[in-house]
């Protein structure tokens, strides 16, 4: 198993960027694909990004495209979401995912971290 866990949330303006991490522990990330998802209280949980093992397949959901961006850097055995252009939609908690390969829904991944929350205010 991997345990994961995000950090780098917090309160920011719109128009402001943030970075989130993913560190994994247990077993080492680059074992696996890692997928970026947010979800809003009341919403379904929405994917993000992802990006494969070897760092050189990324792919971005539409709405966050352009903005956001996904890499990993596999000395620090993390896994960075960069956001930047940020707006009040943007508001969420983001979990990253890890899986045996990428998907774009959150059944396609196997270990999940707790969250870390991201406030846009306008």
């Known amino acids: 198993q991997v345990q994961l866990v995000e950090s780098g949330g917090g309160l920011v303006q719109t128009g402001g960027s943030l970075i989130l991490s993913c560190t994994a522990s247990g077993r080492t990330l680059k074992t696996y694909g890692v997928g970026w998802f947010r979800q809003v209280p009341g919403r379904e949980r929405e994917f993000v990004g992802s990006?494969?093992?070897?760092?050189?397949?990324?792919d971005i959901a539409d709405s966050v495209k352009g903005r956001f961006a996904i890499s990993r850097d596999n000395v620090a055995n993390t896994v960075y979401l960069q956001m930047s252009s940020l707006r009040p939609e943007d508001t969420a908690v983001y979990y990253c995912a890890a899986g045996r390969s990428v998907a774009p829904a959150p059944s396609g991944y196997d270990y999940w971290g707790q969250g870390t929350q991201v406030t846009v205010s306008s």
């Open positions: 990006i494969s093992r070897s760092g050189f397949s990324v």
